[in-house]
């Protein structure tokens, strides 16, 4: 199971924290206020799956830990803070790519047949040939979401008498990677076109507004002053690696995992 953290911060200790997911209605997601958290009004989706870095709430640090992610995480996230010094707002677009691990492809008879299991978003698959052909417009592909909304996929072309000596190339591809393996092939490994990140990926895309907003949450807004008026606008893109390896995977408890393990690994750009 995969574990991300989505960052955020205060300036100031934290009195109150709310987490949204706001793509879904805005669903709570984890509420920190008088101390302690709040779960009370926490969507079931997120049971047992959330926490903050108690600890570190003192210093300003209002982070997310979200374990056992799912495709269903993905969505428009906002981090809600208040203390002494005003209000902040953060919104997060978590974004889940499964990539292309494995492309296998067989020959029953005279037809062959490509597939890949365990994809997100849904993948594209065509084929090619070499010499080139018009070998697409032979095959029949079929697509399967999972009960994990992963999609599994699976293509069939059955060559004529005249392409015995063609060269088959089946390429599945999502936004993020891309596998092509060949018939016949020459080694027993697959060739890999394209970047391809064993795991699943995040991608988070981070905005952050910080300002005096007007809304009420909870008995604690009395305490929050109304002078600060001044409007301050960020963005920030972030791309955050989740491999099924992660040092973070099985860590369920923030206050018990070194920070320096929980930050974002930085894609290149």
Not at 5 to 14: D, F, Q, V
Not at 87 to 106: C, G, R, Y
Not at 199 to 216: H, K, L, N, Q
Not at 231 to 259: C, F, G, I, M, Y
Request: proline fraction near 5%.
């Amino acid at each position: 199971m995969e574990t991300c953290m989505l960052p955020c911060s205060s300036e100031g200790a934290t009195a109150v924290i709310h987490w949204f997911q706001q793509s879904a209605g805005n669903r709570f997601v984890h509420s920190f206020y008088e101390g302690k958290d709040q779960l009370g009004l926490q969507n079931q989706r997120f049971r047992g799956r959330t926490s903050l870095f108690s600890d570190q709430i003192s210093s300003g640090n209002a982070s997310l830990l979200l374990t056992k992610v799912e495709v269903q995480d993905e969505g428009r996230y906002k981090c809600y803070t208040s203390t002494e010094n005003g209000i902040k707002e953060s919104f997060i677009n978590l974004k889940m790519d499964a990539p292309v691990h494995e492309v296998d492809i067989q020959r029953e008879g005279n037809t062959l047949t490509c597939c890949s299991e365990g994809i997100y978003p849904e993948p594209e698959l065509t084929w090619s040939t070499s010499p080139p052909s018009n070998v697409n417009s032979k095959c029949n592909t079929r697509m399967q979401e999972t009960e994990q909304h992963l999609y599994n996929i699976n293509s069939s072309v059955t060559p004529s008498d005249s392409d015995t000596d063609l060269t088959f190339s089946c390429t599945i591809s999502t936004r993020r990677s891309k596998r092509s393996v060949t018939w016949p092939s020459t080694s027993s490994k697959q060739s890999n076109s394209g970047a391809t990140v064993a795991g699943v990926i995040a991608a988070i895309v981070i905005t952050g507004a910080v300002a005096a907003v007007g809304f009420v949450l909870y008995k604690r807004r009395k305490s929050i002053p109304q002078s600060n008026t001044n409007k301050t606008h960020t963005d920030t893109e972030l791309k955050v690696e989740l491999n099924r390896s992660s040092a973070t995977e099985h860590l369920a408890d923030p206050k018990q995992t070194p920070a320096a393990l929980l930050q974002p690994c930085t894609e290149p750009s």
